[in-house]
């Protein structure tokens, strides 16, 4: 069994930068996708980014903004994120598969507000 947990968020003006991180219990090296999603109030659960084997996958609205990254040596996730905007404003939440699609494990998430 992994336990995600994310760290990072918080307030920030538009335009600003904040780092995600992702930490694991267990090793994140036999996950073959791991990812970040996002949840904005009263809207579903959408994904930000995953990476899995050499592929990384960005939603298009954070395409050149958002960067994601796995350090599988220290089982920890992240998530760089500049020139945020308030439509960025949601709960993160990282997430584990062990065979992707299928994410077995999810955080409780971060609450990210993007003030304008």
């Known amino acids: 069994q992994v336990q995600l947990v994310e760290s990072g968020g918080g307030l920030v003006q538009a335009g600003g930068s904040l780092r995600l991180s992702c930490a694991a219990s267990?090793?994140?090296?036999?996950?073959?996708?791991m990812a970040w999603y996002r949840q904005a109030p009263g809207k579903q659960r959408d994904m930000v980014a995953i990476?899995?084997?050499?592929?990384?996958i960005y939603a298009d609205s954070v395409k050149g903004r958002f960067t994601i990254s796995r350090d599988n040596a220290n089982n920890t996730m992240y998530l760089r994120m500049d020139s945020l905007k308030p439509e960025d404003t949601a709960v993160y939440y990282c997430a584990a598969a062990r065979q992707y699609p299928v994410f077995n494990y999810w955080g409780q998430g971060t609450q990210v507000t993007v003030s304008s």
């Open positions: 990476t899995r084997g050499g592929m990384i």
């Open positions: 267990g090793s994140i090296s036999n996950m073959n996708a």
